[in-house]
Every structure is written in C-alpha cells, then in structure tokens.
C-alpha cells in the first residue's frame, strides 16, 4: 500500500488529467488505469468557480482522491497561492508544488520549491513537491515535512524516461517519507523501471493522453507499474558479465 | 495470439524450467507465470527413459506445450540428436535449436544454427532456433523456413537486458515469423521493453528461477509481458529533447 | 582559449591533486596533463601553515593557478572560513567551493552552495562553484556572478562518466560563464563526451591519480580533452537509426 | 603498433574515402588524420582503368598503404571479383571484405563474408572481413585465417557508435589477431571507447568526411584514438556505485 501522510492507496499510479483528445477518452483512461490519485492544474481547472463546467463533472469523486498541482507558477508565492485556490474548492488538502524554473525544460526551482513547500506545510497542507533529481535537495524536502518527494525522471512531456537511474536510487535508499517519480516517464518500460529500482509510486499524464491509444496505454502503465512493484520485492538477479547456463550440463551424459 | 506454425497461444511468455530451489516453487512460479509454452533442455531430462522420474510429473501436461532445448550441443549433429530423442517421447514436436559456440558466453554459433535449423525442418519439426542478434542471420533462418527466430537480449543467465534493441527491432521488422527474444532478461523492465520494441514473446529462465521470490517474479514477468505488449499496441509519445507542460497555459489567467 | 574571470588559459584540464602513488608521480602526471589549474583541498594542505611541507614544493608555481577547494566542508561558513584560510596564503584568489551534502553520495549541498558563492562573491573572490546537474540551480549560481559553474558527472571518484548528458546540455546552452564538468570522470572516453558536448573544460583526480598507471592516463586525458573540443568546433554527423553507405553506389556498374 | 600480416603501422586510425566535399578536403583531411591505410571502393574507383582520372592522384602512394573495400557485393562470388579488380592494380595485395546482406541497414552477411574471406585467403590476398558484432562469427573469420576482424559499431553511416561494448570486448578477449572497430563510429567520444575497450584500431569514413570541418575532424579523431589507446594502456579506475573522497578528510583538523 501507498501511503501519503497517513492515507492509503492500494493503486501506485498518479494519474494527471491534461491533454485527452477528449472528456470520454480522458474518463475511460482514468477507469483503466485504476488510478486512486488524479492531478490536475489549478490554473486550468474552474474548481473553485462553481458557476463554470470543469473536467469533475467526469470524475466518480468519491472514489478518486484530487492532487491539485500548482503549474505555471514561477514563484513559491504563487504556488502558495494556487494551493489556497484549490484548497478553497472544499475537494482536497493534498497539493503537488511545481514552480518551474525554466521555460525550455520546465525543470523546477529548487530554491522557490523549498519555499512553498515549508509555507505550505505550515498552512497544514499534505505537500508532495514536484523536484529535481538533486540528492540533497530531495532530503531538504524531507526535513522540511514533505509527505512525499517526487523527483522528475526527464523534462515534462519529454517520454526520456529515467536518465539518471542512479540518483533515482540514492533518493529512494535515504527517503523515509514515499518517492514518487514524477515528469519524463513515456512507456511502460519507463514505469516498470522507476517501480523496480524501488520507486513508491509514478506521477504520469502525458505518456497516457497522447499514446495514440490512451485507454490500452492507460491499462499498460497500470500493469507495468503492478509488475515492477512485484520484480522489486521479488528482487532480481544480480548482472554478470559472462554467461550462466539455465541448465548446467555437469554430470550429463549423452 | 502468439502463432507458431498454426498453434495459437495466448500466453507470450515461455518459461524455462532450470535451476529453481525445488521443484514446489518450479510448479508454482510455472504456474503463476500463465505460460502455455515451457522450455527444458533434453540432456537433463529422462523424458525419453520412461523408467526414471523426471520434471514432466510436475507439469500438467494437458496444459502446456512443450519446447525442449538442445542446450549442450556443440554441434549440429547433436543438436539434430537431441530433437529426435525428445520427439521419441512423444511429447513434443517442437524445438528450440541451442547450438553453442562459445563455452563463455554461451552465444550461439552460427553457422551450426542454421545447419541444425535447415536439418530439422527437413525433418518435420517445428523449429525455433536461438540466434545471435545478427540481422542477416535471423532473416538467414526465417528463409530456411524456421517457425520462429529467437534473438538473445544479451548472454544467457547474464540478466543484462537487451543491449542492442537496435538489431532487436530491425529483425522484428523484417520478420514474418514470431520474433522471441530469448536470454539476458534478467528484470520485468527487460521483458516489457522487448515487447514494447514489438517482439511476439519473451523466453526467459533464470530471471524467473533465481530471483529471491521465483513465484512472485513469475507473476510479476507475466504483468510486464502484458503490459509491453499493450504499450507497443497503444503506441507511445516519440522522444523530445525538451519538455512539454501536460497543462499548457496559454489563455490561462489567475 | 578557456577565460575565467578575464584570465585565459590554454589548457582545458584542470587537474586535482590528490590520492597520487607518490609525490614524482604527482609531478610528472601533472607535467604531462599540461593542466594550468591544479586544484587541492585547503583543510589537506599546509599553505597556510609556513612552517610545515606541502605539495607546493612539487609544483612550478610560476606555470600554474592555484584552485584551492573547500572540501570537507559541510556548511557554507566553514567554506567561506577554507577559502579565507586558502587565500591568506598569498598563492590564490580562485576558490572551488564545495560543500558536500551526503556522506555517502560526496553530492553537493544546493543551499549552502548557493549561500558560500554569494559570500565568497562579497568578499572578491574567483568562485567557481561544484553543484549538481540542476539546470535551475546552475543558472542560479552564474545569476549570482559566479565565475564558472562546475556541474558533477557522477558522483565524486565513482568513475561513472557522465550519467546525464541531457541536464548537462542544457547547462551549457544556459551558460555565459564556463562550464566545467566535475567529479565523475572515469576515462578518456568520458572526459572527450564533456568537451564534445560543449563543455568549456573538465576537472578530474582520481581517474588519473589512481589509474594504473597516472602518468600516461594524464596524457590520455589531455588528448581525450583535446579531441572533444576539437569535435565540438568540427561538428559531428547526425545519428541515424539506419545506414547510409559512405560510397554510394548509384550509376556504379561492375 | 599496430600490425597486419607483419606490416607494422604507427597509426590505429584507417580512414575512408568517400563522400568528402571535394578533393582538396580529403586531402587535407587524410594529412591530418596521419592515416596510414586508406580504404575505398573498388567498384567505385577506376584503379583498374588507368586511363580514367581517380582519387588516387590525391593521395601520396608511397605513404600510405591502401585497402580497397568490396562494398557493393552482395555475394561472395562478387567480392572475390571485386578484390581480384583491386590487385590487379598492382597497388595493392589487402582487401576488405564487405558483402552486405541487407539494404536498409548495411549489416554484413555472415554466410558470404565467411566464404569470401576463405576464398579470398587461398588466393593469398591480406583479408580483412567487415563483420556484424556476432562473437562466435568472428571466431570463425579468425579461425579461417584472417588477418583481422573488423565488427561494426552500429550501421555505417549511422553515427550512433558502440552500441554493444560487451559483444566487442567478447572479441577482443578471444583475438589473436587485430581488432578493427569498423561502421558506426559518429564522434571522437565513440572512436576513444573503442579504443579504451582495447581494439587494435578503428576504420571510419562518415565521421570524418560528412562532419562540418572534416579537416579539424579528422584531427580531432586522430588524438581520441590516441587518448583511448593510451587510456587502454594505463587502465581506468574501476566504476563504483557511490563516491570516493579524492582528499580523505580522515585526521583532518580545521
């Protein structure tokens, strides 16, 4: 079970809600992903305009918790500011914090994501920051009272997958709080991957909404993520140079 | 469906049958795997001398199929040898051409492959032969008339992945023939990115046998299958270089 | 011409100092390796202490510029105290700082990384500072005035070359002042695929000071780096996923 | 040195001839790179046509030693006309055998160089065979009697470089005779890891002549081949997952 400041979900993929070709597609992907965490960006989103439609008409909210994420925000006060929006909807205290420091990578500002996220904790959010793969800035976050970390794999958008699976690791052996693996992931494989190298759950949007099937993909992050989960705690063979027979022939004789 | 030479399987994993802790957890991770096809190397099995014990008792034969391995053999005579002992038994007629040229790496000779492959044909098997991920010697062995070519990722029981998934998917482009990428899977990843580079199946043995949980790697194997096999079907996002925001902002003002 | 803070360099090898066999061997690698920088850790050396031998009596002070690192530091004002310390000396006014944010990693402390460059700034120093593969973060650090930005590979005397070669691409497109890739290098190869990339020069130690044998590998690496730059300024070919004949055969007939 | 046949050569870099801008660059290109063996097409030279102007009035004959190639055949019985062509031009006694086995890729078959080679060798010429990365396939080449193995990168023209560093140390191990690493090689980075992984030499043509500055590339592949057999010589460090501290602070005090 994934848990996030004491919450539980049984399902290990966040799913974002950005980008389906359409509400019905975006609906049927949510339902196959079996997703129990759904993200969606305030700025985007009439949550907290109840006059105006808004994509949670297609959402069972009920079953489904709301990760509002503060994208487009540049400063740790407009995060700030965006949380409280969401917030103010009455529909969630869990609040992903994104203040991109980049246009051309949207990578994250480490320092302005440390601000809002110990403002944040303060307002007494749940606080899961969207982060780079900076070893020591992940455990800042952590100290701070982060209920989670969640280090990008690749830029946003980019389906790069996992770059530096090394750093990856080094975040997940010193977290005590869950690692979720956020931005970059574009395949199946990619999310087996975060899953096996020990990764608490995987943040995905794009690899779904714009697959050219997003409800199969959807299904294939669902599995892929249950079967890196079950590789990590089966714990894989070790990597050898040279070859190991299957069968070793000593003592064969024909 | 998996298609070899007219037989359908709904499985796309084939399973080993070596070097488990005992034959308990062979039979359960045979089990859990969902394999229809399983793999066991003639040598080591009395299937043709029925007075001896031997694995099959724990197989349920109506079940599965089954695909010895000519694994030992150093030449084409003995590859072509062990066929027809393992066809004596009745068993079987398919089989997994293993002719190895090199004691330590355990690849695969070539030139023995395609003579045992082209002498097994004429005798009315079906034949899978395991090749190097040589392009022009997998299209070399299709035109032979093999049922299927089997790549290895990398040396077998090496558990290093595919190394190559270049030659893998020339050779699953230019192959009408079931392409199984056989040996070097060591993890689910591997596995899910054979398939979602669009091979048929997977065979793998020891990533399955010797991980500390045989039972709940297998289970995690067939998800990973599944989940690569869904993935090529749904089509993933291409690469690029730089980010992509899942929520673009343009219009947007807060 | 390598220029940091308006002084020039030939030579794009900033060689460290540390961990050689011996004291001749230290002298000759670093003759052969051409460096015009060599880098020691001021809480190692005895500069500051007069009357006690150090290293500098193996080194042509004349030839070379001193970069005295802060290593062992853990929080920006022990930094800012090595390098007050390191330039009381009279020898230098460039300073690496380093501040290290994990015993075990040796990965950097964003924070007080960021903190000891602006000191260190103040008080008229040359800072080049050793951070991290974060593109927000180096960018913060030139924004700042330092001199240089001086992202890791991979993690201090692992020899993993470079793991993130999309992060530090996108460091060097941001970057007006140079970047030098630090700690990680493990080879020739390595220190070739910086430059190549676009680095403006490479700091390395234990590759060379602990290859087997140090001296030749100074040679390697001042070649390797000179072959790098000179592939950067003659741009390579594009990658292709297939081929193209290097002598088309159109209108041939034989 | 390198040595083929017991003719002794200083350099390790064999250039080809195709594809420059013009002749003035391949000349100035082939003086930078200190080339001592040449390659080019039979089928596309006029060699054997006296009366025809050719490429090899460019070249300084008595420097360089020249390596005609059989690219363009696509069987044995081709390349064996093809080398006869080129001897007969009494300028020449080596060949390197290329037959090609696949259009889009330009991947070698196995089956016709193994002939041509065996062929080509009764006949008394210096054989060298362009081959795929298949281990056991280049065994046999050597076990035939050729005077070196020549196992692609990656497709010619391709420019991704080592794509399976295994395989190709796999050959190295079990060589006697030289390793040329031939096709594939984009940069000087690619060029110093072979090199660095022990090949005896390393063939390229694209790289060079299809670069923006093919002159200062070829210099620039020169010093990497340089770089990473001296690299090869003085053996790396090994890789290691976490860091090492190149100034240990143990019995420090500041």
Not at 219 to 240: D, F, N, S, T, V
Request: aromatic share 4%; net charge neutral; with cysteine.
């Amino acid at each position: 079970m994934l848990t996030i400041n004491g919450k539980q979900f049984k399902s290990r993929l966040l799913l974002g809600t950005g980008k389906y070709p359409n509400f019905d597609i975006q609906k049927k992907a949510v339902e196959m992903a079996e997703s129990e965490i759904l993200t969606f960006t305030v700025r985007r989103m009439n949550i907290y305009e109840p006059s105006q439609p808004n994509f949670l008409e297609n959402i069972d909210i009920d079953r489904v918790s709301l990760l509002p994420n503060t994208a487009g925000a540049k400063t740790a006060e407009e995060a700030v500011r965006h949380a409280k929006l969401a917030r103010a909807s009455g529909l969630c205290d869990m609040i992903k914090v994104e203040v991109i420091g980049c246009n051309k990578t949207l990578l994250p500002d480490p320092i302005e994501t440390l601000k809002a996220t110990e403002e944040l904790l303060k307002e007494g959010f749940t606080v899961l920051p969207y982060t780079s793969d900076d070893v020591v800035l992940a455990r800042k976050l952590e100290e701070l009272g982060a209920h989670a970390v969640m280090p990008g794999a690749s830029p946003i958008g980019s389906g790069q997958g996992i770059i530096n699976p090394l750093n990856l690791s080094f975040i997940i052996e010193q977290s005590k709080v869950p690692v979720i693996v956020d931005a970059g992931i574009g395949s199946p494989t990619d999310a087996a991957y975060a899953m096996e190298l020990g990764a608490d759950a995987v943040l995905l949007n794009t690899a779904v909404s714009r697959a050219k099937d997003p409800v199969k993909m959807a299904k294939a992050m669902r599995l892929a993520i249950e079967a890196g989960r079950l590789g990590y705690e089966a714990e894989r063979i070790p990597k050898k140079r040279t070859a190991t027979a299957s069968s070793p022939m000593e003592g064969m004789s024909i």
